[in-house]
């Protein structure tokens, strides 16, 4: 089944804690993306990824690092978690650009 | 950054009616709309797309509109079913994989 997996899917943690979230793709896509989803503010794209080892910053990269050392994985990491990093985060793919990004089921991340 | 932003933040319809949900944006170097949908504790599903050389494209029941005059985005679901109750969102994309998404409506089907 195609389909973009996210792990965890929650997460609770306290501030300065690193935390990687990953997520991989098995449908040979070379667009990757993270976003970010608060109440009254849409989805915001933290960092985006067109190909390995080529990412670029999204409208919100602060705090965020992300890393494409394989087609299919495009993980999140989070060096020192802040409380305003709490939100419900995506992951998605797409084929080519422009396309339809498929999503992953989203990581409710609390940060203490 | 970018603003994309949708005219009403809730809409409610009576079953077998016709739904407009509509979307402002910003930009007029955007060259990709997108309409998403998305139901409570799942990510965003696509539900259709439209390029900038285009002003209109139907699906199944939905038809997205442009309006690149007014920069402007409506989405239309024909015969509002209950299963169409969910959070919708549009999204443009500049250059790259570079995307901007609106806050969101969210449609009530009322049986």
């Known amino acids: 089944e195609a389909q973009v997996t996210q792990n965890p899917r929650y997460l609770i943690t306290v501030t300065g804690k690193k935390l990687t979230v990953t997520c991989s793709q098995n449908?040979?896509?070379?667009?990757m993306s993270w976003y970010r989803q608060d109440p009254g503010l849409g989805l915001r794209q933290i960092y985006y990824?067109?190909?390995?080892?080529?990412?670029d910053k999204g409208d919100v990269p602060e705090g965020y690092k992300v890393s494409r050392k394989e087609k299919r994985n495009f993980p999140l990491i989070l060096e020192s978690p802040s409380p305003n990093q709490t939100s419900l985060y995506f992951c998605?793919?797409?084929?080519?650009?422009?396309?339809?990004?498929?999503f992953g089921p989203g990581t409710r991340l609390t940060v203490l | 950054g970018e603003s994309v932003g949708l005219h009403l933040p809730t809409l409610s319809v009576q079953e077998g009616d016709n739904s407009i949900i509509n979307c402002a944006y910003s930009?007029?170097?955007?060259?990709?709309f997108i309409w998403y949908k998305q139901e409570s504790g799942k990510g965003p599903q696509f539900i259709i797309d439209?390029?900038?050389?285009?002003d209109k494209r139907q699906g199944q029941r939905v038809t997205v509109l442009l309006n690149k005059t007014v920069k402007h985005l409506s989405l239309q679901i024909a015969a509002t079913q209950p299963g169409d109750s969910a959070v919708y969102f549009c999204?443009?994309?500049?250059?790259?994989?570079?995307?901007?998404f609106g806050t969101g409506t969210s449609l009530t089907v009322i049986p």
């Open positions: 998605a793919s797409s084929s080519h650009s422009p396309d339809t990004q498929y």
């Open positions: 449908m040979n896509h070379e667009y």
């Open positions: 990824s067109m190909n390995v080892e080529v990412t």
């Open positions: 930009n007029s170097a955007s060259d990709y």
């Open positions: 439209i390029r900038s050389n285009m």
């Open positions: 999204a443009e994309m500049l250059a790259g994989n570079q995307f901007y």
